[in-house]
């Protein structure tokens, strides 16, 4: 059965940083695409990041191009969002997902199959 479990979300003040980490279990996630979404109510979940398992590339927002990292420690089967520069309008429930690696890059909610449980991120002005 696979497990994605957030954690690392927070209060913080613009211009700071925080790091979520997104620990995964429960299958060999070598062929799989892990991926950031985020979510404000009364809107879609929103596109962040996303890394593929083997190789490491990446995609990102246009939004958080520059100011997120996406990263992943092979060893610990965990997936990470390094975010800095932090503004009032990244605030949100942020959510860990994965799905199986496809040719080009997944960017809607419904095409991953995985998710976890949410973690908070609030930026205060």
């Known amino acids: 059965q696979v497990q994605l479990v957030e954690s690392g979300g927070g209060l913080v003040q613009a211009g700071g940083s925080l790091r979520l980490s997104c620990a995964a279990s429960g299958r060999t996630f070598s062929s799989y695409t892990m991926a950031w979404f985020r979510q404000v109510p009364g809107k879609e979940r929103e596109f962040v990041a996303a890394?593929?398992?083997?190789?490491?590339?990446?995609d990102y927002a246009d939004s958080v191009k520059g100011r997120f990292t996406i990263s992943r420690d092979n060893a610990k089967n965990t997936v990470y969002l390094q975010m800095n520069s932090l503004n009032p309008e990244d605030t949100a429930v942020y959510y860990c997902a994965a799905d199986r690696d496809r040719t080009i890059w997944v960017k809607r909610s419904y095409e991953y199959e995985y998710w976890g449980q949410g973690t908070q991120v609030t930026v205060s002005s």
């Open positions: 890394i593929r398992w083997s190789g490491g590339s990446t």
